[in-house]
Each structure stands twice: as C-alpha cells, then as structure tokens.
C-alpha cells in the first residue's frame, strides 16, 4: 500500500501526503490479575506462564465496563496527548474483535463518547494483526484526501471469550486500549519524510482454524470462546513476523539496520525475541510490554506505543517498525518515522 510519488515537472519536488502520529494514548483497567490467579484453579505455575510467554500479569476489564469503555478512556488520552479537541477528527478507526454489540461498531460509540458532531468512524477486525491493519487504512483515508486528522484505536475485552478451563489460552490475554492520533503532512515522497513510510498486509484464510472463535452470530448465535493450537501459531508468527517487516521495510526503502525501535505484537516473549533476533535487533531497541499486558490482541501494539511515548522513548525522526500476527491467519507491518 505505498503511494508512488506524485508526478513532478522539472525543478518541482513531488510531494506526498503522509501521515505523521500527533499523540498516544492508552487505558487499562484497574483490576491486575497475576499469574498465581490461575493456580487456584487450573494446572499451571507462575514459572510456567514465565518461562514459556514472558507475562507475568494482565489486566481485566470490570463487570460493568465494555471495549467502547476502555476505547473512549485511550481516544481522551491520544487527543490530549496531540493537544487536540474531538470535533478536530476526521474519522475514528477502531480495530477489535470483541465488540461491545454485534453492531453498532465501538467506533461510533467512541465518537459519540467523546462528544464528536461530525466525521465518520467504523471498525476493522484483523484480530491480533488489527492495529495494523487499521493504522494501513487510516493512511489510506489520509492519502486519498478523505480526512487530514484519524484517531486509530486498538480495543479489546478477551477476557469475555476465554474457556476459564483451557490452561493453554486463558494465562494469555488481557485487556486495555490504546491510541494513536494520525494527521496528514506533507512529505517529499523519500524515506526521510516524517509519518507512515509503507505497509505490508497478510492474510491465508486457509490457516482459520489454528486461531478462532467457536461461536459466532449466523453460526452459533453466541458469542462463543477462543481456540487456539498454541504450537502452530507460533511457528507460523515466527516465520512470518520477519518476513513481513524486512517487505515493509523493503518497499520504503530502509533496511533493519535503519531501525531504531521495533514495536510488536505482544503475545509472547520468546516469539518476539525470535523475530528480533531473525531482524538482527539488540532486544534494547524492542518495546517490550508483555509482561505487564499479556496479550491484548489489537490492543496491544498502540499500548505499546503509548507507553513507550509516555516514557520519551521516542525521538523525532526515528525509524520504527510494527508487526503482527492474529486469526485468520492475518499478518502485517507498518514503518513510520516518528
Ligand atoms: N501451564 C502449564 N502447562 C501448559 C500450559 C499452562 N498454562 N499451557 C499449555 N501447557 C502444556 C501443554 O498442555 C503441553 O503439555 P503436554 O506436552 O503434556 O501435552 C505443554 O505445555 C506444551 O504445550 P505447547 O502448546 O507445545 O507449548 P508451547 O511451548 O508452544 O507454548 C504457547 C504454548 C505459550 C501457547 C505458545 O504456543 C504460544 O505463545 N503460541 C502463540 C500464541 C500467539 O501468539 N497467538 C497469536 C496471537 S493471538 C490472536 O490473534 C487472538
């Protein structure tokens, strides 16, 4: 999805609308579950979840708090964070797949939280990969002229679809939101531009049923709860997650050796080490939250992000890679200089 560069006559530099990350923002919610939680009930130790995934704690959302909830909380953070008022946005994408209905989407019903009269807002559903996918297509709002400023959020509850017996998926995941502000700037059409560089999209439908839900609205008429064969996907995403950012970092003309900060998915240490090792990156330059989040699917890179800013991790100018992999199976990439 990278636009070639505008013609441009002699003497005249082509320009490019690209879009440049304003403001983060995130939100978790208050109660912390750690892992000895999960030895009251189930087969399975601290040093197990530790040892295996890297997380040592998650977050899950309160009885009476909905995706749109935690969405609205990180969308105030973001807009704070980019000093920017909601009636500013143009559209408001958010990337989830536990909804708070089957429709209307969480997106609408952030706008209407934050109080916003005007622009649009849908959803996107990539599962883990939804960030991505939702921050491709908000630059591909951004340069095609349909809106200058998109809050992109990543929300999630997966502590509603867990089977609570299933010692192999429900140590996993967590909840939370996280945000990012994008807004177009014009850039040169080079790899120096500030803002989204390029974009690398995944999908084999073929590999559904390694990551799925077993319920659904036309199929089971419930919500259902997540399957996963933990093993595969793992081979799958470490095989994939390298491949997917050296194409990204490819069609903007960068190489590994230009990144400053890898931010990725963040389901599983050992998964992210391997990538990073497959990249030829220190774990210095990885944006580690897993430990602290656990997996909260697309949720899980724009917290990254947030806290990592929040941190002042960050410097104008540098290069910085995300990546991801969830059902589907959907993968992607995105590198933006910041
Ligand atoms: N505690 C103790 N033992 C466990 C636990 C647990 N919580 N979970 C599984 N085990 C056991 C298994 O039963 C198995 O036992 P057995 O050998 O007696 O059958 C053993 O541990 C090994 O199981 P594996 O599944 O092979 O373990 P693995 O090293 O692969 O780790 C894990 C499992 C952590 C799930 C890993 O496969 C993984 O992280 N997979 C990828 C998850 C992921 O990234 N998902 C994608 C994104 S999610 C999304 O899109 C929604």
């Not at 089977?163 to 939101?177: E, K, Y």
């Not at 963040?266 to 897993?290: E, F, G, S, W």
Request: one cysteine or more.
């Amino acid at each position: 999805m990278t636009a070639p560069a505008a013609p441009s006559g002699p003497g005249q530099a082509a320009t490019v609308r690209r879009s440049v990350i304003r403001g983060t923002g995130h939100y978790l919610p208050e109660r912390v579950v750690t892992n000895d939680h999960f030895t009251e009930s189930l087969d399975t130790s601290d040093e197990w979840i530790r040892g295996r995934t890297g997380i040592e704690r998650r977050h899950f959302a309160a009885d009476d708090q909905c995706t749109s909830d935690l969405a609205i909380a990180a969308a105030r953070a973001a807009l704070t964070s980019a000093g920017m008022q909601p009636d500013d946005i143009d559209a408001i994408v958010v990337a989830t797949s536990t909804p708070d209905f089957t429709f209307p989407a969480v997106a609408t019903m952030v706008q209407a939280g934050l109080g916003m009269t005007r622009g649009f807002a849908f959803d996107v559903q990539a599962v883990c990969a939804g960030f991505v996918f939702a921050l491709a297509n908000a630059d591909g709002l951004i340069r095609a002229g349909q809106a200058d400023r998109v809050l992109v959020i990543g929300a999630e509850t997966f502590s509603r679809i867990m089977d609570w017996t299933d010692r192999g998926t429900c140590v996993l995941f967590g909840d939370g939101a996280g945000a990012v502000v994008l807004e177009a700037e014009d850039g040169d059409g080079t790899s120096d531009d500030r803002g989204i560089l390029a974009t690398d999209l995944n999908s084999d439908g073929r590999l559904k049923d390694l990551l799925h839900v077993d319920g659904g609205v036309s199929s089971t008429g419930t919500a259902g709860q997540l399957r996963m064969q933990g093993n595969l996907v793992f081979r799958h995403a470490v095989e994939k997650l390298a491949a997917t950012a050296h194409r990204a970092l490819d069609k903007a003309g960068l190489s590994a050796g230009d990144v400053d900060w890898l931010v990725p998915h963040q389901a599983n240490l050992r998964i992210i080490t391997a990538t990073a090792q497959k990249m030829q990156l220190p774990l210095d330059k990885v944006v580690l939250t897993v430990a602290d989040h656990g997996n909260t699917s697309a949720a899980s890179i724009p917290l990254a992000l947030s806290v990592a800013n929040s941190q002042g991790r960050f410097a104008k100018g540098d290069v910085i890679v995300t990546e991801a992999i969830g059902g589907g199976l959907s993968w992607g990439s995105v590198v933006l200089r910041w």
